[in-house]
């Protein structure tokens, strides 16, 4: 069966810090990756997508960048944190575009920046 | 632009009641519509999914219907429990692309 990573669950740092998040996925092939951020009573925001290895879409311009130097593991970066970057950072993946099926997120990281 | 508008923002029920949650969308060119269920500082997990071919979906104790004219969309919950307590997520997406549009949930308590 297929599963999804995400770490860390929690994570506090200050403004100007860098910040890497990662995330993997197992049992499954060549999945479609995105990060999503969801504000506090707020839906969630795609902030970037992939479809294969080092091919990233961009959907808002922001602080954050991601890459996908596996197949399977999607990392979300920042080189400056902001403390608008403060959210819940969901990661999720699917084998066809959402259009056609569901997404299978993972269990998030929360993220405050002080 | 697709926005997405969930309604009520929160809601309180005592155990056993039948209840309703809503979503409309602006924009009626979407393939498919969707709930999740996202229980508190957790991920979300997909409840039913519905085709904009279809009117509605059903799994157990949930019924969601779609009405892609109007832009409408509800979640019937049936006899509902206190494991039912979660934020309920609406989300639409486009014919084959990637950017899923999300509501801002409904809050649910169910009262034990």
């Known amino acids: 069966s297929q599963t999804i990573h995400q770490w860390p669950a929690t994570l506090v740092q200050p403004v100007g810090s860098p910040l890497s998040l990662e995330c993997t996925v197992e049992g499954t092939s060549n999945p479609n990756l995105y990060w999503y951020r969801q504000a506090a009573g707020r839906g969630l925001q795609l902030l970037f997508y992939s479809v294969g290895i080092g091919q990233i879409s961009s959907e808002v311009p922001q602080n954050l960048s991601a890459s996908r130097p596996q197949d399977r593991q999607f990392i979300l970066s920042s080189k400056k944190l902001l403390l608008s970057d403060s959210g819940f950072y969901l990661c999720a993946w699917s084998v066809l575009p959402p259009g056609a099926e569901t997404q299978y997120f993972g269990p998030g990281t929360r993220l405050l920046v002080l | 632009k697709q926005e997405v508008t969930q309604i009520p923002a929160a809601l309180s029920v005592p155990e056993g009641e039948n209840l309703v949650l809503n979503c409309s969308f602006t924009d009626s060119a979407i393939y498919n519509l969707q709930w999740f269920r996202q229980d508190p500082g957790k991920g979300l997990t997909s409840l039913l999914l519905i085709q904009s071919s279809q009117r509605e979906q059903t799994s157990g104790r949930l019924n969601a219907s779609l009405d892609k004219s109007s832009g409408r969309s509800t979640l019937y919950i049936a006899a509902s429990q206190p494991g039912d307590s979660a934020t309920y997520l609406c989300?639409?997406?486009?014919?084959?692309?990637?950017?899923?549009?999300f509501g801002a949930g409904t809050r649910l308590f169910v009262k034990a």
């Open positions: 989300a639409v997406s486009p014919t084959g692309g990637f950017k899923t549009i």
